[in-house]
């Protein structure tokens, strides 16, 4: 009796041992790993491609204000500013697709940063969530998260879903537990690359979602101040996010300033045209 017990000692000591020694891979532990999550998919899924073409559009666009500006000097045949315009010229659309570009490159960050799971994703998520105890484990949502990414690497996808655990958290906070508590149950992945909605309706997901939400609840006590401060993302928040909406808000107001400008200067050519036709006119009649 004794050695089957020490026998059966030593296999669940063997067990904790090789849970606790699980390794945990995230992005978040090495800069190579930040720099694969957030720029990898980026150049490799050829999102640059679109994004130089977006920025030559941007600037063409653009450029119809400074055209207009050199069609109303040209009216006054004001040589003067002729070498000015040159150079100015060519820095106005830099100064442009510059700004185009880093528009693009931001709104791709955030959209990483925001999460689209695969629908296999998020179902192993929801398991996993449903398992694991919340509370006991202080390595909880690193785990998670390093699980769904390696499941989601085996299931042919080539990138991390989850930055870090904090990050895991805050997303099964803002997709799956605030639209339940909302009860909108707008939980929404992707399916052959194309948007799911209908995932609450499945009954076998909603089951999952259900158990991952119990254990949830029964995890964390003082669960409606968390589901509330949680919804805030802090891979999402912070300096990075107020460093994109200030950009898109100086993005904003600079094409407001652009789009009037080329207006006022645009009437301004108009009114000299007809105010220099009126004046030929009167002329040729004297």
């Given at each position: 009796?004794?050695?089957?017990?020490?026998?059966g000692?030593?296999?669940?000591?063997?067990?904790?041992?090789?849970?606790?020694?699980?390794?945990?891979?995230?992005?978040?532990?090495?800069?190579?790993?930040?720099?694969?999550?957030?720029?990898?998919?980026?150049?490799?899924?050829?999102?640059?491609?679109?994004?130089?073409?977006?920025?030559?559009?941007?600037?063409?666009?653009?450029?119809?204000?400074?055209?207009?500006?050199?069609?109303?000097?040209?009216?006054?045949?004001?040589?003067?500013?002729?070498k000015?315009?040159?150079l100015?010229?060519p820095?106005?659309?830099?100064?442009?697709?510059?700004?185009?570009?880093?528009?693009?490159?931001?709104?791709?960050?955030?959209?990483?940063?925001?999460?689209?799971?695969?629908?296999?994703?998020?179902?192993?998520?929801?398991?996993?969530?449903?398992?694991?105890?919340?509370?006991?484990?202080?390595?909880?949502?690193?785990?998670?998260?390093s699980?769904?990414?390696?499941?989601?690497?085996?299931?042919?996808?080539?990138?991390?879903?989850?930055?870090?655990?904090?990050?895991?958290?805050?997303?099964?906070?803002?997709?799956?537990?605030?639209?339940?508590?909302?009860?909108?149950?707008?939980?929404?992945?992707?399916?052959?690359g194309?948007?799911?909605r209908?995932?609450?309706k499945?009954?076998?997901?909603?089951?999952?979602?259900?158990r991952?939400?119990?254990?949830?609840?029964?995890?964390?006590?003082?669960?409606?101040?968390?589901?509330?401060?949680?919804?805030?993302?802090?891979?999402?928040d912070?300096?990075?996010?107020?460093?994109?909406?200030?950009?898109?808000?100086?993005?904003?107001?600079?094409?407001?300033?652009?789009?009037?400008?080329?207006?006022?200067?645009?009437?301004?050519?108009i009114?000299?045209?007809?105010?220099?036709?009126i004046?030929n006119?009167?002329?040729?009649?004297q």
């Amino acid at each position: 009796m004794s050695v089957i017990s020490d026998e059966g000692e030593m296999d669940l000591e063997k067990c904790v041992q090789a849970y606790e020694e699980e390794e945990i891979e995230l992005p978040e532990d090495s800069t190579s790993g930040k720099l694969k999550y957030f720029l990898a998919p980026y150049f490799f899924e050829k999102t640059w491609i679109s994004d130089i073409g977006f920025s030559l559009l941007g600037t063409f666009i653009s450029s119809f204000a400074p055209l207009a500006y050199f069609c109303l000097r040209d009216f006054y045949d004001n040589k003067i500013e002729t070498k000015l315009s040159d150079l100015f010229s060519p820095l106005w659309m830099i100064i442009h697709y510059f700004l185009c570009f880093t528009f693009s490159f931001l709104d791709f960050i955030y959209d990483r940063k925001k999460v689209d799971i695969d629908t296999k994703a998020l179902q192993k998520l929801l398991k996993e969530v449903a398992e694991v105890d919340l509370t006991g484990d202080p390595a909880a949502w690193r785990k998670i998260a390093s699980r769904v990414n390696l499941f989601s690497k085996e299931t042919g996808y080539h990138y991390s879903v989850f930055y870090s655990g904090e990050h895991c958290m805050h997303f099964f906070v803002r997709e799956i537990v605030k639209p339940i508590e909302c009860q909108t149950y707008d939980i929404r992945c992707y399916y052959e690359g194309k948007m799911y909605r209908n995932f609450w309706k499945n009954p076998p997901n909603k089951v999952l979602a259900e158990r991952a939400l119990a254990n949830y609840n029964k995890s964390f006590e003082n669960f409606g101040g968390l589901s509330h401060t949680a919804e805030k993302d802090g891979c999402r928040d912070g300096i990075f996010e107020r460093y994109r909406n200030i950009f898109n808000i100086s993005m904003f107001y600079f094409m407001i300033i652009e789009t009037v400008s080329f207006v006022v200067m645009i009437m301004a050519f108009i009114i000299s045209m007809i105010s220099c036709a009126i004046f030929n006119l009167f002329a040729t009649a004297q």
